[in-house]
């Protein structure tokens, strides 16, 4: 009996976690571009004309103002409206170098030519004989490289379970190993804390266990 509560017990689990979890995220990213909505005046607010608010309209919202910025960004005009916006910026101590890294950072993870984050290697981390799951950063920095004697790369090293945070080493490119995976089955990867592995490209996937709901059902 206390076997077959625990089966019903992690079948529930199976269900409920991966919902409550997603909706967690979810709720937590429409809830933030919901604060977009503080542009909107007061009088023409969901809430106020039909008595209450209605989730995710902040999130079209946020959409569409990328979108219009995006189409004006896009002329001539907008150009030099946004040169003359980051000039001011550049006369600001700290705020040109939170500014100036930020937008370095977004133009190359979002540049269709960079290689940041295309590749999910294997690295001789935190010691020889050791292996850590990275992803290639950069092809690294000329002084950096006249630095050593041998060529190296960029590798960002992210914690587990929690990808934002991490190391960046410069790793011999000759001790690197490229995986033939996506980045996002090696960002899974790390997430689960190595149970959830993604099977190669073109090779077939191992035979897995039975949920444990279809056991529960026997």
């Known amino acids: 009996m206390i076997a077959r509560l625990r089966g019903y017990l992690i079948a529930g689990l199976l269900v409920w976690v991966p919902l409550g979890i997603t909706f967690l995220v979810v709720k937590f990213l429409v809830d933030l571009m919901d604060r977009s909505m503080v542009l909107v005046p007061p009088a023409w607010r969901p809430e106020e004309v039909i008595g209450f608010s209605i989730p995710g309209l902040g999130f079209a919202l946020t959409f569409i103002i990328v979108i219009i910025t995006g189409v004006l960004v896009a002329n001539l005009v907008g150009r030099r409206l946004v040169g003359a916006w980051e000039s001011l910026l550049a006369r600001i101590p700290l705020v040109r170098t939170i500014y100036s890294v930020v937008k370095q950072v977004v133009q190359t993870v979002l540049s269709t030519d960079s290689s940041a984050f295309r590749k999910v290697l294997l690295v001789p ?94």
Do not use: C
Request: charged letters at 20%; zero cysteines.
């Open 125 to 218: 981390y935190p010691s020889k004989g050791m292996w850590s799951i990275g992803f290639m950063a950069s092809e690294g920095n000329d002084d950096i490289q006249d630095s050593l004697a041998k060529e190296v790369i960029t590798v960002y090293v992210p914690h587990a379970p929690n990808i934002t945070s991490g190391f960046i080493v410069m790793v011999p490119k000759d001790e690197v190993i490229v995986l033939d995976m996506p980045v996002e089955d090696g960002m899974k990867m790390v997430m689960s804390l190595g149970v959830v592995i993604q099977p190669p490209n073109g090779r077939p996937a191992r035979a897995e266990p039975e949920p444990a709901v279809a056991r529960v059902a026997e």
